[in-house]
């Protein structure tokens, strides 16, 4: 069902009960079952710290100055914040197509921007929610002391927006459950795997450092090492600037997605 071009803008505010319902059973989905959601990329960053951080500290004692089990910390950390968001609202999208309740959302009176934007948010807190956790339950192994954590948070809820809003784009168009696995096994942990958690590019060889320009995770992660750590591979202040834009372009796909109307139909 296609949606006129007036829902390009909130109609109302955001304070409106049919978004704030839709919102809040987003955030009470995730809630309901916090051991499956929210405990498990706890306990695998914590492997992940022991795994790379002890092993690999071993041998690798500082990057850019600063210890490495401390350098890899924020990048674990969104590495978890970005699945976590992005899995939350495609997951969440594809359920609700598949079981044919969307047909009630559509029908409701809010605009596409702000059906979008209930499943976008509701995968944002639940990545916000992750990537502290895991800044907290890391305390007892790691010794780090935030720089910017203003603008760490901030990093954060703009990365998890990010994600969520691919993931709600990617629940839309989806037309199995296999396409959800793809985007998340396939494309974001290679991705993120990729993109400088482990490692400073700065150890790649030339043709792989500029691959990694290419991958938009590469600058989620520098723009949270730097707000953590001061220390970053690239310029911070266009790599903010590239996180902006990510945001606005994500956020559009997502609207765009659920404005085709017709996609969502299982």
């Not at 949606?3 to 955030?27: C, H, M, V, Y």
């Not at 591979?233 to 994500?250: A, E, G, I, Q, R």
Request: glycine residues 6%.
């Amino acid at each position: 069902m296609l949606r006129n071009l007036s829902s390009l803008s909130l109609q109302g505010t955001l304070a409106d009960k049919p978004f704030l319902t839709l919102l809040s059973r987003e955030i009470r989905r995730f809630m309901r079952v916090w051991t499956q959601t929210i405990v498990p990329p706890l306990l695998t960053s914590l492997l992940y710290i022991v795994v790379f951080g002890v092993a690999l500290g071993s041998r690798i004692d500082e990057l850019q100055g600063v210890p490495y089990l401390t350098y890899i910390l924020p990048g674990i950390a969104f590495m978890s914040l970005i699945t976590g968001a992005n899995s939350n609202s495609s997951s969440s999208v594809f359920d609700a197509k598949r079981e044919r309740y969307i047909d009630e959302v559509l029908v409701s009176p809010m605009s596409d921007l702000q059906i979008a934007l209930a499943y976008v948010l509701g995968g944002t807190l639940r990545g916000v929610i992750v990537g502290t956790g895991i800044f907290i339950v890391t305390i007892p192994f790691v010794d780090i002391t935030i720089q910017h954590p203003l603008l760490l948070f901030v990093i954060g809820i703009l990365s998890a927006f990010i994600f969520s809003s691919v993931g709600t784009m990617v629940g839309v168009l989806a037309t199995r459950v296999d396409h959800i696995s793809f985007l998340t096994n396939v494309v974001v942990q290679p991705l993120t795997f990729l993109g400088g958690v482990f490692y400073s590019v700065n150890m790649l060889p030339d043709a792989l450092r500029i691959v990694t320009l290419f991958n938009p995770i590469f600058y989620i992660v520098d723009a949270a090492r730097y707000a953590a750590l001061e220390a970053s591979d690239l310029n911070p202040y266009p790599t903010l600037v590239m996180v902006v834009v990510f945001c606005v372009l994500s956020i559009t796909g997502a609207w765009w997605s659920i404005h085709r109307g017709p996609t969502l139909r299982y």
